[in-house]
């Protein structure tokens, strides 16, 4: 395949979501980018995701240095730093509930299981996408145990109902943060409210390259993600992300510092 062709294929993979997540996004961006670097092509992957501004701020790095070297190890290094500092707070017996599939959180708990941390994950299968299996599958393949929920049973994970265990922490990962909170997977902002009224911690891990001034249009994903073929004359709604207060959020754990100023 030619460099273009590779070019295109990429940006086709960010905007059906099989690239997906804020470090993937910003990962297979880079790459793209390397291939075809061009102001043309750098609107092209902008476009294909508008609530990325990790992308953003990798693909203006790369414009002005060209070292992509140095832009791939930071991703890494980001990673291993966050790793210690959600290792440290982890208590044996934790039950993490976590929601969609972020690359920042996973890499943080399979590092935890290997540093000989005792817990269990329970997370949401994150329709219309179904992020939540890619999530299960990997934290399973590291030992770590896990229990899915549908959606609408968040309620249930969260607090001690029908046999489930209370969950302990919740961790996030963000798309974007900003000086008011965090933009994540919908869902985030209902998560984080049963998680203050049942006094559950809620932290957020994220690369501090995600962090951004701009507003952000907050992405609406195609109808047919949710219902092939709909009868006529049903409206569906479909939104990727949603907001989530600082005040809700324990701590962002970021490799940055102690903790990002944002938190509370
Ligand atoms: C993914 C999602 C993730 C963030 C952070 O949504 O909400 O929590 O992108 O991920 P989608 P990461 O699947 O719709 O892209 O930690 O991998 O950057």
């Known amino acids: 395949m030619n460099k273009k062709k590779k070019f295109s ?3 086709r993979d960010i905007k059906s979501v099989k690239i997906q997540g804020a470090r993937n996004i910003a990962r297979a961006a880079l790459k793209a980018y390397s291939l075809v670097p ?3 092509s750098k609107k092209r992957l902008l476009d ?5 501004p990790m992308m953003e701020n990798v693909l203006e790095l790369a414009e002005k240095t060209k070292d992509y070297k140095k832009i791939l190890k930071h991703f890494d290094e980001a990673q291993n730093k966050i790793n210690k500092k959600v290792c440290k707070l982890m208590k044996n017996k934790d039950v993490i509930f976590t929601h969609c599939h972020s690359t920042n959180v996973i890499n943080a708990l399979i590092y935890a ?4 941390r005792m817990f269990e994950v329970y997370n949401t299968e994150t329709r219309p996408l179904f992020q939540g299996r890619k999530t299960a ?4 393949k590291a030992g770590i145990k896990v229990t899915m929920f549908v959606d609408s049973a968040l309620g249930v994970a969260l607090s001690k109902k029908q046999g489930t265990k209370k969950a302990t922490k919740v961790f996030l990962g963000a798309d974007a943060i900003t000086s008011k909170g965090i933009i994540n997977k919908v869902g985030s902002e209902t998560i984080v409210r049963i998680a203050k009224q049942e006094k559950i911690p809620v932290y957020v891990m994220a690369d501090s390259w995600k962090f951004t001034n701009k507003k952000l249009l907050l992405e609406n994903r195609k109808l047919n993600e949710v219902w092939g073929k709909a009868p006529k004359g049903i409206k569906i709604k479909n939104p990727a992300f ?5 005040k809700f959020v324990k701590k962002v754990i970021t490799e940055e510092g102690k903790y990002l100023k944002i938190s509370n």
């Open 137 to 140: 599958r990997e934290l399973r």
């Open 113 to 116: 299981k290997k540093k000989g």
């Open 48 to 52: 294909s995701r508008p609530t990325e």
């Open 9 to 11: 294929q990429i940006v």
């Open 38 to 40: 061009t102001k043309a």
């Open 242 to 246: 949603e907001f989530v207060p600082k």
